[in-house]
């Protein structure tokens, strides 16, 4: 399956996984609660999600992680909507298995510990297991959090209505406001001299 058809079922999580007889891959969790299974690692798939929402991964990640004061586990924020935080789920076999895998805030419903692990429970009753400790998660939750209200302050756009202009320029004008056209006009005038 593509993984833009996966990404219309609401993408709620991405995680490494050893599968049997393929090796070291990615398991992607949707809200309508589809498992996939993809042949690639975590790090590809993160990779395909950068390109497929334009974005510089790189860039992204120092941005945010010269505001958190962080090297690495940056939260990531896709759009406003996808902000995913990493989250341990193993312990890597071979040298460039990834051990992170990305979890997306807006579906975290609870986070909870039990016999040494700590447990995040999705919206839509998935449970995930991760490494780390239930301090730790809640800290990277914490971060993504704060990454998504940035990104929303930074690509927040406001527009205008032309009604509203004409509105707020149909009314009279003030003894202020004359005086700044005024003071305008005398520095125009000394500038021209």
Known sequence: MELETILYEELMAFLPAYLALKGNCTVLYTNSGGIHEIERTTRTVLDQLSRYYLMDLQAIKKYYGDILGLKNLVPIPFNKDNVFVPIKIRKPICKNDGSMGYVSIQYIKKITKSNGKTLIYLTNDRIIESLSSIETVNRHIKNGHIVKKLY???HTTYTVNDYDIYEE???????????IVINEILKIKDTIK
């Open 169 to 179: 320029y149909d009314k009279p004008a003030t003894k202020g406001d004359i005086a």
């Open 152 to 154: 929303e302050e930074r």
